[in-house]
């Protein structure tokens, strides 16, 4: 069962009061979007076997939701932060590159 | 290859079992093949085999980074039928199902392919209306499927309620040459008739880089060193997005953890398939009498082969509501499965942006039926280069171009 603490209200949450959203920070196109950028907003998932970005919302508890970094390997979570952000903060980024050295995610610098 | 027979196995009961023959040879990897298949699962060993059956192209290898049938194909609940909704989904699911019918002849290994029959129960209004709608096109497709009533139910499986407080039985969709077969032999019984046509099958090699040249692929790199080959075909179901991002592109998939349990082995009580979809369960008996029971996928992405119990839970909760007989029976073993699922819950059969480069892949909870068919739709894709009738609807272009496939009906339950 995944712990994950919620960084709106604090809870360290079980798997069941949470409802997973899948890939986090993908970019919405606009109308005047290609295909290509549409279809890659739509369909086109990262899907890594390593550390990924996710949305979860805590369903079962205050409602909100928020971002982890998690692996999915191991199911290691690296930490959780806000989802009223572009990307992840830099301290996330510096835990996953302490452990993950060679670690690359999309255009990510 | 020797073949097995009854007169085989009259020989060798003289001769202490002294003759037997490995099933498939153990081969060094060449430096180059004309085609190498990534995964040694049902589909990769399938399309492999159709290859050289159907195409006459016999320069293959199989890679498999760990024992063949050692992914979903040796994981999964074995349930085969073929009443989807949408007419490309018929045609390649009723193909497989079809050649699962004679495919101990094919292959000369019994896959112990027994149609006994898959009832999928409405337990709601709206799920009446659909498997109507679904026998109704499953009639023009040419499907045998039949929308049965409660009373007929029970008496196909007696061990159901069909009058539980909660949902009710109010009929099935009956598809009556649906089934089950042995998982392991048909990943065995490919794997022997490819070895026999001189195909390489390699264990215990990874596929850890794609080799591209001016945009064409020309080979992998793999633990046991670089192989080439002019073809590539990826079928590796919940590690595909992992291979695609070698090619350098990605895929409209994400790989969960779905599970599956089975009881200890009672006397023999039910010899239909029944998923309970309102409920979110199903279940079968094995040949050795243990119930065969899987239930739904986690929400998050997961590639450990295991998966949460909360699900285990909801499952028997389910199935104990269906079944209210099974209440005391002890479960023996869970385990877990990586499957790769698809926005419209079908699969991908395409070629992709790399030259000779392909994919079969997205059979995400159900693609073990699919194992002939895709396999034969696959094989005839990478032998002439573009997809053919079967494969033609199930390109990645379909995403980009909004002509999904929706069978999240037709998968409402993951099998
Ligand atoms: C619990 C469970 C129950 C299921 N129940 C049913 C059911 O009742 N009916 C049904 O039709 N379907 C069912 N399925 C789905 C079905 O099992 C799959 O769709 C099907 O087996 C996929 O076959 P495959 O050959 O594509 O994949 P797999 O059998 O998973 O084969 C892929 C192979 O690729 C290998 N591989 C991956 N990466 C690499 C690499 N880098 N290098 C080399 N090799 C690699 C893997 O080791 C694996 O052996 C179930 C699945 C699960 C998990
Ligand atoms: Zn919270």
New binding site residues.
């Given amino acids: 069962m995944l712990l994950i603490t919620c960084p709106n209200c604090g809870v360290a949450a079980e798997e069941t009061e949470l409802h997973a959203g899948g890939e986090a920070h993908i970019t919405r196109f606009g109308p005047e979007a290609s295909e290509n950028d549409f279809e890659d907003y739509l369909f086109r998932r990262e899907n890594p076997r390593g550390v990924h970005f996710e949305r979860w919302r805590h369903a079962n508890g205050c409602g909100k939701w928020f971002h982890a970094a998690r692996c999915t390997a191991t199911l290691e979570v690296f930490g959780t932060y806000s989802a009223q952000t572009t990307e992840p903060p830099r301290e996330i980024l510096e835990t996953i590159r302490a452990k993950r050295p060679a670690w690359t995610w999309r255009d990510l610098k | 290859m020797r073949r097995y027979s009854a007169f085989a196995i009259a020989r060798e009961v003289l001769r202490h079992h002294q003759g037997w023959e490995r099933a498939w040879a153990k081969p060094e990897p060449r430096k180059q093949y004309d085609v190498i298949i990534?995964?040694?699962?049902?589909?990769?060993?399938a399309t492999a085999y159709y290859l050289g059956k159907n195409h006459g192209i016999t320069n293959v290898a199989v890679?498999?980074?760990?024992w063949?049938?050692?992914?979903?194909?040796?994981?999964?609940?074995?349930?085969?039928r073929s009443n989807y909704l949408q007419d490309p989904s018929a045609a390649i699911y009723e193909k497989a199902r079809s050649l699962y019918e004679t495919l101990s002849q094919d292959l000369n290994m019994n896959v112990m392919f027994s149609p006994r029959g898959v009832m999928m129960l409405a337990q709601t209004e709206h799920e009446v209306r659909g498997y109507v709608r679904t026998a109704h096109a499953n009639a023009l497709q040419g499907v045998q499927t039949e929308f049965i009533g409660p009373e007929r139910v029970k008496e196909l499986c007696p061990i159901i309620r069909i009058d539980g407080p909660r949902y009710p039985v109010l009929g099935a969709l009956w598809q009556a040459r649906g089934g089950t077969a042995r998982h392991d032999a048909v990943?065995w019984g490919y794997a022997r008739a490819c070895s026999d046509m001189g195909m390489h099958i390699i264990q215990k090699?990874?596929?850890?880089g794609i080799r591209t040249e001016g945009g064409n692929v020309t080979g992998v790199e793999?633990t046991r060193g670089p192989i080439g080959c002019s073809k590539l075909g990826l079928?590796?179901?919940?590690?595909s997005g992992?291979?695609a991002q070698m090619a350098g592109f990605r895929l409209p998939l994400e790989s969960v953890a779905?599970?599956?349990l089975v009881s200890e082995p009672i006397k023999p009580c039910m010899d239909v398939v029944v998923m309970a979809n309102t409920v979110h369960g199903y279940m079968s008996q094995s040949d050795k009498g243990e119930m065969v029971i899987?239930g739904g996928t986690d929400g998050f992405n997961n590639y450990t082969q295991r998966g949460s119990f909360h699900h285990i839970e909801e499952t028997v909760r389910a199935l104990v509501e269906t079944f209210p007989m099974i209440a005391r029976l002890k479960m023996l073993r869970q385990?877990?499965?990586?499957?790769d699922v698809t926005g419209d819950r079908s699969p991908i059969i395409s070629p992709t942006p790399v030259g000779g480069l392909f994919v079969?892949?997205g059979?995400?909870?159900?693609?073990?039926?699919?194992?002939p068919g895709?396999g034969w739709a696959t094989a005839e894709m990478i032998a002439k280069g573009a997809p053919g009738p079967l494969a033609a609807e199930f390109g990645l272009n379909r995403f980009r171009e909004g002509r999904f496939i929706d069978e999240s009906v037709a998968a409402g339950v993951?099998?």
Avoid at chain 2, 363 to 371: D, L, N
Wanted: net charge positive.
């Fill in positions: 990534v995964g040694a699962g049902g589909h990769g060993l890679l498999e980074k760990g063949l049938g050692g992914g979903n194909t040796g994981r999964n609940t074995t349930i085969i990943a090699c990874e596929v850890t793999t079928v590796a179901a919940g590690h992992v291979l779905l599970q599956a899987g385990w877990g499965g990586i499957v079969n892949c059979w995400g909870t159900g693609g073990f039926k699919a194992i895709g993951a099998h």
